[in-house]
């Protein structure tokens, strides 16, 4: 019986600066995919992706309200790869980003509309982003009980539960009556009310721009979890666990407490996330999640599970995201999902790119197909 025609053999550890190189090679090799498909469609690559990568600022009559806007895409996106990337590194296939998103947003919404104007503004975001957590964390952790005592597949159940979510949100956006009070009653169609004006978002004014103070929370987090998951027992026992459980068995580790506990944090990461969001808004709406809950596995896994990774890589999906919607609006052809494909072929070359710097193609008889 004949060999393999080629056979895949481990290559040598590559630096980080070369995996940095090849990773800024992939993106390019993306973009230049990217470029051929806006030949394709009449557009001028070059000025599209200046136009992308500006989002419109130059120009612009009130270009801070576009750097508003960005940060309002950016940091729902940011918090929530950080958080899936608590549950990744554990081995914890959390796909349920988008209903933990909306439960966070959901009770924050409700916290926000219940106790309104009784409460400072500082005060009343902070307890929306409480109660934003602990929706989100419960969701989440729910899916972690049935793992660690059942053995259950978190990949379908946070999956089935995203789905939970969407329709519970929708019953509320739709039905109207004396008892639901997310809803305009002034409104002859059903349509969320306004949160008053002490649930929404604290900014600091910046001349004319005003700074979301969600901003500072996501970056202030970025730096609790680096410090969280690299410096502490807790990070270290989720390094272990994602490792071998059976090492952490063996150890002493009570895996499946380790695992209750961490899920239960980014679960909650990721409903804070949905109340900040929801806070920054305004206002509730039946899809508030803008596909976080998905790009953020996309982000995490492009990041390596790294947390200045996440933060850059974020960033770019933004852009993209931000960018071509902008862009959009100049080229009519070019739909602002457009974006959606970008992320895409950059994810497949990123992980095409990482392959070949871990392993080589070798032909039968022991030459190299691919260097």
């Not at 998103?101 to 104007?117: D, N, P, Q, R, Y």
């Not at 909650?268 to 969001?277: D, E, P, Q, T």
């Not at 933004?318 to 950059?346: E, H, K, M, R, W």
């Amino acid at each position: 019986m004949k060999s393999p025609l080629f056979h895949v053999v481990k290559r040598e550890q590559a630096s980080p600066a070369q995996q940095l190189m090849a990773y800024v090679a992939a993106v390019i090799l993306a973009l230049a995919v990217g470029a051929v498909l806006l030949s394709v469609q009449g557009v001028e690559p070059v000025t599209f992706y200046r136009q992308l990568i500006t989002m419109g600022i130059p120009g612009s009559r009130y270009p801070w309200r576009a750097v508003e806007n960005f940060i309002r895409l950016f940091v729902p996106l940011l918090i929530v790869s950080l958080a899936l990337s608590l549950a990744f590194k554990m081995r914890f296939w959390n796909i349920g980003g988008e209903g933990q998103f909306i439960m966070g947003a959901f009770w924050a919404a409700v916290a926000g509309m219940k106790l309104g104007e009784s409460l400072p503004k500082p005060l009343m975001v902070a307890v929306m982003a409480l109660c934003g957590a602990v929706g989100g964390g419960l969701y989440g952790v729910f899916v972690a009980a049935l793992k660690v005592k059942w053995g259950t597949n978190e990949t379908l159940l946070t999956l089935m539960l995203n789905y939970v979510a969407l329709y519970f949100l929708q019953f509320f956006a739709e039905t109207k009556g004396e008892w639901n009070f997310f809803l305009d009653r002034s409104s002859a169609r059903p349509r969320f009310a306004k949160f008053p004006e002490s649930a929404q978002m604290v900014t600091i004014p910046i001349g004319p721009f005003n700074l979301n103070l969600s901003l500072v929370a996501a970056l202030v987090l970025c730096v609790i979890l680096f410090v969280y998951l690299n410096y502490t027992k807790r990070g270290y026992e989720i390094a272990v666990v994602g490792d071998s459980p059976n090492t952490a068995r063996y150890a002493g580790m009570k895996v499946g407490k380790i695992v209750i506990r961490t899920i239960f944090l980014s679960a909650a990461l990721i409903g804070m996330a949905g109340a900040l969001h929801v806070s920054s808004a305004g206002v509730m709406s039946a899809s508030p999640t803008n596909d976080v809950g998905w790009t953020g596995v996309v982000v995490a896994w492009l990041a390596k599970l790294n947390t200045a990774g996440i933060v850059l890589a974020s960033l770019l999906i933004t852009v993209l995201q931000y960018g071509c919607q902008t862009a959009s609006t100049i080229y009519p052809s070019i739909d602002a999902n457009f974006a959606n494909l970008l992320q895409g072929v950059i994810l497949f070359t990123v992980l095409a790119v990482d392959f070949f710097t871990r392993f080589k193609l070798v032909r039968r008889g022991g030459k190299e197909a691919v260097k």
